[in-house]
């Protein structure tokens, strides 16, 4: 069965205090592995797609990396405005549809 | 333009009301989803369309009605809804196999 787990749950960082997400996944086939940043109330806004192994994508102070087991969010001196709940999701081959991880609520504090 | 749109934003309808969620997109996406979103969980998918056809019904019940008129609309029809059906429905539209892009969601509340 294709499976998301995202960790932390939560992570309260310092302004300036860089830290990483993590994402592990198990799947039958790997279509794409799709990172989104969610504020309260709103949809998720898509932020990075990754297809293999290795693969490295960048925006501002955010960079996602991937392994055959599981993905990284880095996140580089972040600021206040980065708080937000990060979504991790799988699109498999035997699957339609995303499977989304818990998700991570990121607190930046100034 | 990666948008799409939904309306109403937000919506209070009593338990005996229908009402419509709508939704659109202009990207050329031929896979559209609704999705309901209660408070601290992850998106849970309710409806596929592809090529305006129902592809996935995730097993929801039948005061949801889900409506793809055109390539482009996406309608989402509520009858006899319950408390527990408050929620933030979203849409969303992809190219097959690839990212999905999401609207701002129709906070529902019913009462």
């Known amino acids: 069965e294709d499976q998301v787990t995202q960790s932390p749950e939560a992570l309260r960082l310092q302004e300036g205090e860089s830290s990483s997400l993590n994402c592990s996944y198990t799947?039958?086939?790997?279509?794409?592995l799709f990172w989104y940043r969610q504020d309260p109330g709103k949809g998720p806004e898509f932020l990075f797609t990754?297809?293999?192994a290795g693969e490295e994508k960048e925006k501002e102070r955010l960079k996602a990396t991937l392994t055959k087991k599981e993905s990284f969010l880095h996140i580089t001196a972040p600021k206040p405005e980065d708080s937000a709940t990060y979504l991790c999701?799988?699109?498999?081959?035997?699957?339609?549809?995303?499977?989304f991880g818990k998700g991570t609520k990121l607190s930046v504090k100034p | 333009d990666t948008e799409v749109t939904q309306t109403p934003k937000h919506l209070v309808m009593g338990m005996t009301n229908k009402k419509s969620l709508k939704c659109e997109q202009h990207?050329?996406?031929?896979?559209m989803y609704w999705y309901k979103q209660k408070a601290k969980k992850p998106p849970e998918l309710m409806f596929v369309?592809?090529?305006?056809?129902?592809?996935i019904n995730e097993s929801v019940p039948s005061r949801f009605s889900p409506e793809c008129p055109n390539s482009s609309l996406l309608n989402l029809h509520l009858h006899a809804l319950q408390p527990e059906d408050s929620a933030l429905y979203l849409c969303?539209?992809?190219?097959?196999?690839?990212?999905?892009?999401f609207g701002q969601g129709t906070r529902l509340t019913v009462v």
């Open positions: 969303a539209s992809s190219t097959l196999n690839t990212e999905a892009f």
């Open positions: 799947v039958s086939g790997l279509r794409g």
């Open positions: 990754l297809y293999s």
């Open positions: 999701a799988i699109l498999g081959r035997s699957q339609g549809n995303l499977i």
């Open positions: 990207m050329g996406h031929r896979a």
């Open positions: 369309y592809s090529y305006e056809k129902l592809s």
